[in-house]
């Protein structure tokens, strides 16, 4: 049986090394790969609960603004009518409210005032809290921009 050249034992050896290094390197790289793979998963899964729950925010937002601008304009239109009825006792006679009339004026002109009031107070809520949805729908928005941006790096298509 013929064998081919014979390789000196130092060769060999450094052929072994460098067979050893290559398959240590294609084993690092394939690891890596598995270990940002599983990374890219857990940021997936991490921004799709950040994104249910800045979801579920963002609708308990609006609904509670909904409900705060329908109560401001049921308010409205009720000091609107307060002061048609403010009016009204001013238009009886062109010199004042009759003096039989004032006590009735009186009670009504200071319940129009205080309800004044009260509107311009949950008005200015209202806008903070409008300040505060916006925020918080734009916290949305970022997290479903990110979420998109990283299954696009991933390969994923989402359409």
Known sequence: MARGPRVKPGVR?????????????????????????QQTLEEIGRLRDDLYRARVASDRCRGGLRTSES?????GVSIDSMRARVDSFEALDRRGVPADRYPDYLELFDSYNDSVGV?????????A???????????????????QRVLAEAGIETS
């Open 129 to 147: 809290a409008e300040e505060a949805c916006r925020e918080t729908i734009e916290g949305h928005n970022a997290i479903s921009d990110s979420l």
């Open 13 to 37: 050896w450094s052929l072994m090394g460098v067979g050893a290094i290559v398959a240590g390197v294609v084993v690092v790289a394939a690891w890596s790969r598995v270990i940002d793979r």
């Open 119 to 127: 509107w311009e107070g949950r008005e200015r809520r209202l806008r």
């Open 71 to 75: 109560a401001l304009r049921e308010l």
